[in-house]
């Protein structure tokens, strides 16, 4: 779907869509417990529905309806050969390969498409190495194609800590369901930190408790604990607001759109909250000052944080952001490469980005999705502040996390038209 976004101004309430990284936790915890649980979550998308295919196939029985997801757990192991399609959700594929691993008899093939294939599993190789776990990965540029067989076994787990914090959280999600107690120890500090946190914070709701010491980098997981569906038996468990996806509409109100921004828990674990901080040092720190922010524990947020220090006068540095190049997208790349195609002046280093502020965007140009449902929310905000409308092919990349996110936009008076279908 090709879209023309036009040079608007915006104002009212945005009630910002459901955390994809709760929902993606509570419904395996869920699908983990016993008997029949619900969650609360207003706003399917994607990844998501990846999350609830990879439950149902491990043997959980999951019926939506009125924004309420009904789970009945998971009973006895999976005797046959299955296969689990993530989509082209990392998490659902990160956290799943575990938990699969202490359910399933036979052979469990992950596939996928997008750059998913290319998402990296070294640390969960290794594993498998060390416990004979057998795994065939015909994985690449075409899609994801793995297969694993085994049973994962307790174990003193050791992981880097700056890779991607979903392999922490995978064997967070699987260790209460092994024999014997494991231990996590990461020999690097853990980036991206506050998605162990959600993870840790959702497992806890559940009745499943995991201790995490910081001195040593080591997490303890006792065996044999059952997730607990019984508090969420009547009352639904609610998934909290995405505060990844209330990052445009800050950034938009900081633009100088008229934005009241609804729907997120200002005590959040989610660390993505910390773009209202970051916006407020691009307000307050002098043009006259370089301003360097550190986005090493939320790159989700870069994409539309990069946005506001396009505008900034003066110059801004965003450092520790190499874990951009393996998401959908090369991200690094798209944001400096589409906001310069709009008229900022950005240039791209191997991890980080340097802004030399402009006064304003021309626009007038025609930007691809780079198939990354962060960068089309990104360019449609941009064009609301740029000088002539911005054509934005494969504007349906939104589906991932946000379907919602035109009509929400034109809600609050955005304006755009849709050009036509791509073939």
């Known amino acids: 779907m090709k879209v023309k976004v036009y040079p608007c101004k915006l104002s009212g309430t945005a009630v910002v869509p459901a955390s994809k990284s709760y929902a993606h936790r509570a419904l395996i915890c869920a699908a983990l417990a016993d008997g029949e649980s619900k969650v609360e979550c207003a706003d399917m998308n994607d990844d998501i529905r990846a999350t609830i295919r ?13 924004g309420i997801l009904t789970v009945n757990g998971i009973t006895g192991r999976v005797k046959e050969d299955i296969v689990i399609d993530c989509g082209e ?14 359910l399933c008899d036979g052979y469990v093939r992950f596939v996928g498409g997008g750059k998913l294939g290319e998402r990296p599993l070294g640390e969960y190789f290794s594993v498998f190495d060390s416990q004979g776990i057998y795994y065939r990965n015909n994985s690449g540029k075409d ?14 787990f050791e992981l880097e800590g700056n890779i991607s914090s979903q392999f922490v959280s995978g064997l967070l999600l699987a260790a209460p369901g092994l024999a014997y107690d494991s231990t996590i120890t990461l020999s690097k500090p853990l980036e991206s930190k506050d998605y162990v946190r959600i993870t840790m914070d959702v497992m806890g709701r559940y009745g499943v408790v995991a201790y995490y010491d910081s001195g040593a980098r080591k997490f303890t997981v006792y065996g044999g604990q059952k997730f607990n569906s019984a508090p969420y038996s009547e009352q639904a468990y609610k998934v909290e607001g995405d505060w990844s996806q209330a990052a445009f509409f ?13 729907g997120v828990n200002g005590m959040s674990v989610q660390g993505d909250k910390v773009v209202a901080d970051m916006l407020g040092m691009v307000k307050a720190v002098a043009p006259g000052r370089m301003l360097t922010l550190d986005v090493k524990n939320v790159p989700d947020i870069v994409p539309a944080l990069s946005l506001a220090c396009a505008l900034r006068k003066g110059g801004t540095h965003i450092v520790n952001a190499g874990r951009l190049r393996i998401k959908e997208c090369d991200r690094l790349h798209a944001t400096a490469e589409g906001l310069n195609a709009l008229g900022a002046r950005v240039k791209e280093g191997k991890d980080d980005m340097f802004f030399d502020g402009v006064d304003g965007l021309k626009g007038g140009v025609q930007l691809p999705d780079y198939h990354d449902h962060r960068m089309v929310m990104t360019f449609a905000i941009a064009a609301t502040v740029c000088e002539n409308p911005v054509i934005i092919t494969g504007a349906e990349s939104v589906s991932k996390s946000y379907p919602a996110f035109f009509n929400d936009f034109e809600k609050l008076g955005g304006k755009y038209e849709i050009l036509g279908s791509e073939v």
Not at 250 to 262: E, P
């Open 54 to 66: 990879a439950v149902t196939a491990l043997g959980a029985k999951v019926k939506y309806s009125e």
């Open 143 to 156: 899609g994801l194609d793995l297969t694993v067989r085994g049973d994962l076994i307790a174990d003193d």
């Open 250 to 262: 800050y950034v938009a109100r900081a633009l100088g759109h008229d934005i009241d921004v609804k």
């Open 89 to 102: 959700s990392g998490s659902t594929l990160r956290f799943i390969i575990p938990v699969a691993l202490t």
